[in-house]
T-cell receptor, first 111, second 114 residues
Framework: GESVGLHLPTLSVQEGDNSIINCAYS??????FIWYKQESGKGPQFIID?????DKRQGQRVTVLLNKTVKHLSLQIAATQPGDSAVYFC??????????FGTGTRLLVSP | DSGVTQTPKHLITATGQRVTLRCSPR?????VYWYQQSLDQGLQFLIQ???????AKGNILERFSAQQFPDLHSELNLSSLELGDSALYFC?????????????FGPGTRLTVT
């Protein structure tokens, strides 16, 4: 069943395209950021993280970019697959172990 | 599978009632976090426990309480339930209460208050 809000920004891409999901964070003092993927009916799943002393971090098919000047985070997914369809959340660590989540972006991948 | 388990998966109850949600963290994880996810507010941090003690508090209502037991499982108690409490409740765990560690989420409990 549906597990997240109905009024999320949506990014629609074709299979094989590269996807870029953006996130603006609020706290300039945040020192740690995470991207989570949430499929329908499931809990958020860790994708990749980045510390504030880095600008870029790469994982398998995913890259996170951090621009502290404008408080912006992005998640790039290479060669997007139908299985990547989900809601993606960024989260910032605001205070001791407290994560603040963004509102999420729904990614729809068409075959 | 994250290794975090939550029970029950679904819960339907009436306004005014009290329910208990249960969470077992990943083996070895000392921290447990509770989150509420509703349609209009996204994921909201409620509370964190570390090795049995409350470590951080978020937007948790006074009608809600939690605890972490010696075996590290945690329970979230919701009382005097209102329609607006209907949501998904997630538990997450991490290796430590200090430093920077990713949180692993359970599958959630869907609470419906009628």
């Amino acid at each position: 069943g549906e597990s997240v809000g109905l009024h999320l920004p949506t990014l629609s891409v074709q299979e094989g395209d590269n996807s870029i999901i953006n996130c603006a964070y609020s706290n300039s003092a945040s020192d740690y950021f995470i991207w989570y993927k949430q499929e329908s009916g499931k809990g958020p799943q860790f994708i990749i993280d980045i510390r504030s002393n880095m600008d870029k971090r790469q994982g398998q098919r995913v890259t996170v970019l951090l621009n502290k000047t404008v408080k912006h985070l992005s998640l790039q997914i290479a060669a997007t697959q139908p299985g990547d369809s989900a809601v993606y959340f960024c989260a910032e660590r605001a205070g001791f172990q407290k994560l603040v989540f963004g509102t999420g972006t729904r990614l729809l991948v068409s075959p | 599978d994250s290794g975090v388990t939550q029970t029950p998966k679904h819960l339907i109850t009436a306004t005014g009632q009290r329910v208990t949600l249960r969470c077992s963290p990943r083996s070895g994880d000392l921290s447990v976090y509770w989150y509420q996810q509703s349609l209009d507010q996204g994921l909201q941090f409620l509370i964190q426990y570390y090795n049995g003690e409350e470590r951080a508090k978020g937007n948790i209502l006074e009608r809600f309480s939690a605890q972490q037991f010696p075996d590290l499982h945690s329970e979230l108690n919701l009382s005097s339930l209102e329609l607006g409490d209907s949501a998904l409740y997630f538990c997450a765990s991490s290796a430590s209460g200090a430093g920077i560690y990713e949180q692993y989420f359970g599958p959630g409990t869907r609470l419906t208050v009628t």
